[in-house]
């Protein structure tokens, strides 16, 4: 737990381009006025480098891919020291020859890096070519473990993640004091409205689900804009936005537009969880003995 | 799966009084008139024969317990019979002198017993003192485990069940066509508006998020109306209804308001459940290898 147990959180949500130094520059300007309206962590969407070059397999987006520390690393490192905030960025890591990961990197106040997390769950779907580019994260030690900062321990985990209960769960187990969502989610441009809401809702839903079961604060961030496909096969990603902030009851704190560019900022109380974990001692109740199976594939 | 893919489900909203007969009586006619519309599967509230006596812990409630079979069963069998309806009720089981469960059974259509659940995870804060009457469920085989019927594997679950998202995943693991949670929750009637909300909010939530993680169909039914604390030492709980049928997307299909007595219907398709996994394929990424510490209490 922090020592602080009140930090003001920002969200930053904004459209990509290809070029990376733009895509940085402008999140840098973001940073800095969340800084000075006094945000203690600012989240990034996933990839905010560059555009979602995942929507379909080639070889050019490879060069985008940097080591960690590497450029954006830098980068992130200078604007955490000289706005004096924690941030948690994303990076398209080439860890080896031939070894990419999806990467969540978190820097402190005074600029120095904190940690990583390589997104242990990769999609693939239409539009979402994910397997192609990313190896799944090996964390060699817990999985899921939050990444310890002096404003609290940032159970960080990235887009697809967000699908899967065990891993909020995991991340909670391990001391997590919020959830963290870098995303990047959107419309199929072929689906009718009825269905592209279903998604949404579904989204937004399913995240908060994570804060109510496990008492906890939940950052999502999600880009927004509509990214065409390089190859012209589909009509490209109407990415949703939606991003948002939720309280560690699953409320909403603060909420962006499908559309814009939005900074979201929000108060959270690190220490209403433990309160919460009294109220409704969801932990005190699980029955470890009988969740077995829950490490079998398919029984 | 079930050979037909479309069921019309029925969840029976009430109130409850002290007398079980009154109450069964009451459902009777209930279940009769959902069955005259077409209804597959009538899902009855937890503890519906009584009124929640766990309010506070006395020996006197223990005297309504009783076996399984035994009136309450043979009651809803001869019901299921009746209207040729697959009936989920619930009992205040005295397995042996005791032992008492808190426990869900389910009929055929042709009034055959299928199965029972126990209910696994037991609450207990003040209003709602399960602990003193419950024995937590101690299923032999496996401890998450749908019960088969005519019209389908039902992932019958109950209450307090519905915070863990293990519970519901464990049974979409072992192949439940839908999720049950008869239930009886509501508010305490010290909290005020905005946390009355949050808890409802909460509690719809996060059973739409067991619907989304797995892909399935969620029938939630709980108890509506205000009951006194026979101690007289709280102001009793208004128990808050709101009872839903979620599709397997999350989308509430059909809800009913937090004061009234409603039976809710709606059409399940559960060839929906099978399409969804290939667009959103959850249960293919899974990383079971890492997944280890959830069967921990704490780390």
């Known amino acids: 737990m922090a020592k602080n147990t009140v930090i003001t959180v920002a969200a930053i949500q904004q459209t990509c381009q290809s070029q990376k130094q733009h895509n940085l520059n402008r999140s840098k300007d973001k940073i800095k006025a969340a800084a000075a309206k006094g945000a203690d962590l600012v989240v990034l969407q996933e990839l905010h480098g560059t555009a979602y070059f995942c929507q379909s397999e080639s070889l050019t987006p490879f060069d985008l891919a940097e080591p960690i520390p590497g450029p954006t690393s830098h980068f992130l490192s200078a604007c955490a020291k000289e706005y004096q905030v924690v941030i ?17 990197v978190v820097f402190d106040k005074d600029g120095s890096f904190k940690g990583l ?53 995991l991340m909670a187990l391990a001391g997590a004091d919020i959830l963290l969502y870098p995303t990047a989610i959107g419309w199929d441009l072929n689906d009718n409205h009825d269905e592209k809401q279903r998604q949404l809702d579904a989204w937004i839903t399913v995240q908060r689900s994570h804060a109510i079961t496990n008492h906890l604060p939940v950052v999502s961030v999600n880009r927004v804009g509509h990214e065409a496909d390089s190859t012209g096969a589909t009509k490209g990603i109407q990415f949703w ?3 948002f ?35 409704w001692p969801f932990f005190r109740d699980r029955r470890i003995e009988a969740y077995g199976n829950i490490l079998k594939r398919s029984l």
């Open 241 to 243: 936005g939606n991003s």
């Open 245 to 279: 902030i939720s309280g560690p009851q699953g409320e909403i704190l603060s909420q962006a537009s499908d559309a814009e560019e939005e900074t979201l900022m929000a108060q959270i109380d690190y220490s209403r969880s433990n309160t919460l974990r009294q109220i």
């Open 88 to 104: 948690v960025g994303s990076v398209f890591e080439k860890r080896s020859s031939g070894v990419y990961h999806n990467t969540a």
């Open 117 to 169: 997390y390589r997104k242990m769950h990769i999609p693939d779907d239409p539009g979402f070519h994910e397997k192609y580019y990313f190896t799944p994260g090996d964390h060699d030690n817990i999985a899921f473990s939050p990444i310890a900062t002096s404003i609290g321990k940032l159970g960080v985990l990235v887009c697809w993640d967000q699908w899967y209960p065990e891993a909020a769960r």
